[in-house]
């Protein structure tokens, strides 16, 4: 009964290991997207390495869609954590990469099941919004988070963005909401509301009762 116990042990921590590494190297590599000269060049150096893994999801007549997807599977089998993945979509446009968005998102047995989705714009004039964050402010709604950004974001506001925390791979009751999930972007204000850390576009416009520029978007 101990050999089985120790073998178990042993399966687990390493599975742990292998995919929180599997995670950051991930997560380094759209991070490394972001400031690349070359986005389109490095994403089909991605396509290069992962192969299969990198599923295709079809294509029109101008976009393409591709699926990098992982999980703590091996070790929520044991019903020792709650299931979470993190899975990055990439979309390509007229030959060009313009989106890579990464979800995270934990299985909870509850009502509520948190998910985060960060969208990072490619494209060299930019793709989507400079940088957005919802929820905004202070809120009640914590399990649902938006983060947006492309190529004219700080460095400090596409470091928050793409802080997930990996911990919830293999946390112990898993991660509850999106604080957890993200911690540089969102931090509780009371046991039933959060606030985000950061200023986006949305909560700019909101309080200024402003309009948008064109160098918003």
């Given at each position: 009964?101990?050999?089985?116990?120790?073998?178990?042990?042993?399966?687990?921590?390493?599975?742990?290991y292998?995919?929180?590494?599997?995670?950051d190297?991930?997560?380094?590599?759209?991070?490394?997207?972001?400031?690349?000269?070359?986005?389109?060049?490095?994403?089909?150096?991605?396509?290069?390495?992962y192969?299969?893994?990198?599923?295709?999801l079809?294509?029109?007549?101008?976009?393409?869609?591709?699926e990098?997807?992982?999980?703590?599977?091996?070790?929520?089998?044991?019903?020792?954590?709650?299931?979470?993945?993190?899975?990055?979509?990439f979309?390509?446009?007229?030959?060009s990469?313009a989106?890579?968005?990464?979800?995270?998102?934990?299985?909870?047995?509850?009502?509520?099941?948190?998910?985060?989705h960060?969208?990072?714009?490619?494209?060299?004039?930019?793709?989507?919004?400079?940088?957005?964050?919802?929820?905004?402010?202070?809120?009640?709604?914590m399990?649902?988070?938006?983060v947006?950004?492309?190529?004219?974001?700080?460095?400090q506001?596409?470091?928050?963005?793409?802080?997930?925390?990996?911990?919830?791979?293999?946390?112990?009751?898993?991660?509850?909401?999106?604080?957890?999930?993200?911690?540089?972007?969102?931090?509780?204000?009371?046991?039933?509301?959060?606030?985000?850390?950061?200023?986006?576009?949305?909560?700019?416009?909101?309080e200024?009762?402003?309009?948008?520029?064109?160098?918003?978007?």
């Amino acid at each position: 009964m101990g050999a089985i116990l120790t073998g178990l042990c042993t399966f687990v921590g390493v599975s742990v290991y292998r995919t929180r590494r599997q995670a950051d190297a991930r997560l380094s590599e759209v991070r490394e997207l972001a400031v690349s000269a070359n986005p389109t060049a490095a994403f089909e150096s991605l396509r290069q390495k992962y192969g299969s893994e990198l599923l295709p999801l079809g294509c029109d007549r101008q976009t393409c869609q591709y699926e990098l997807s992982l999980s703590n599977r091996n070790i929520s089998a044991f019903r020792i954590v709650p299931f979470t993945e993190l899975n990055i979509w990439f979309t390509v446009y007229q030959g060009s990469l313009a989106w890579a968005m990464v979800e995270y998102r934990s299985a909870l047995n509850s009502p509520h099941r948190p998910v985060v989705h960060v969208q990072e714009g490619m494209c060299a004039h930019g793709c989507g919004v400079r940088f957005d964050v919802n929820p905004h402010g202070t809120t009640p709604q914590m399990w649902n988070g938006l983060v947006e950004f492309d190529t004219r974001a700080t460095a400090q506001q596409r470091n928050a963005a793409l802080a997930l925390n990996l911990n919830c791979l293999a946390q112990f009751g898993g991660c509850h909401d999106i604080i957890d999930l993200l911690p540089t972007m969102w931090t509780r204000a009371s046991p039933e509301t959060i606030t985000s850390r950061l200023v986006g576009l949305s909560q700019r416009l909101e309080e200024s009762h402003a309009f948008p520029s064109g160098d918003d978007f």
